[in-house]
């Protein structure tokens, strides 16, 4: 099975970089995701990594390493808009997806 | 992008009725979808895979009688809650499995009430 771990929550202030932690135990790795998912929505892809190092789309990076089960995603120049739930998600070689919990960014004027 | 749709978006149902969700790719063939269970303030589930033209491979704890999955087309998966009951009530998303290798489209979502 997976065990993905990420924190609750986070709050920043518009204008400024958050980092998101996931850690990651698993039986099975073939790439590690991340989406943002607001509210009563379906989550949206933001981000794909499947070998070690960053890897960069506008105002959002993500990093995987691979040997220490971590990954972040990097939200720079935040805005109102990008308060949301940020899920971490690891695939497994059936294509399967195992998500964290999520975080919940709230974006603060 | 792919797109992929649910219908109906919400509904609400008695306790002991049925209830079908769809799922369909509208620009693209999926030969695989996956069906997910989200509670409030909760992650995703994967419930199971639905593979076209073969029988669905259920998650551990699933049950495969009340939750049934038919993938009837390359375009279409549908989802039947039977026998519904209140803690079935939940969010249900699918996703299609897209052409290269990092993409898996999600639908918008149906939120289930049971009543």
């Known amino acids: 099975g997976q065990n993905i771990d990420q924190p609750t929550e986070m709050t920043a202030t518009e204008g400024a970089i958050v980092q998101i932690n996931c850690t990651y135990q698993?039986?099975?790795?073939?790439?590690l995701f991340w989406y943002q998912q607001h509210a009563g929505e379906a989550p949206t892809f933001l981000s794909y990594n499947v070998l070690d190092g960053l890897e960069e789309k506008g105002r959002f990076s993500s990093f995987l390493s691979r040997s220490k089960g971590y990954s972040y995603l990097l939200l720079k120049e935040l805005q109102m808009k990008d308060s949301a739930s940020y899920l971490c998600a690891v695939r497994d070689g059936d294509y399967k997806l195992s998500f964290g919990a999520g975080t919940t960014v709230t974006v603060r004027a | 992008g792919a797109v992929v749709s649910q219908h109906p978006s919400w509904v609400i149902c008695k306790s002991g009725t049925s209830v079908k969700i769809e799922c369909r790719s509208l620009?693209?063939?999926?030969?695989?979808m996956f069906w997910y269970r989200q509670f409030p303030k909760q992650s995703l589930m994967l419930m199971a895979t639905s593979n076209e033209g073969s029988k669905a491979t259920y998650e551990q704890g699933v049950e495969k009688d009340k939750f049934l999955i038919n993938h009837a087309s390359l375009t279409l998966s549908t989802l039947t809650v039977t026998s519904a009951h209140p803690e079935d009530s939940s969010f249900y998303i699918c996703s299609a499995r897209g052409v290269l290798d990092y993409e898996q489209y999600f639908g918008p979502g149906t939120r289930l009430t049971v009543t």
């Open positions: 698993t039986s099975g790795f073939n790439g």
């Open positions: 620009d693209f063939q999926a030969t695989t």
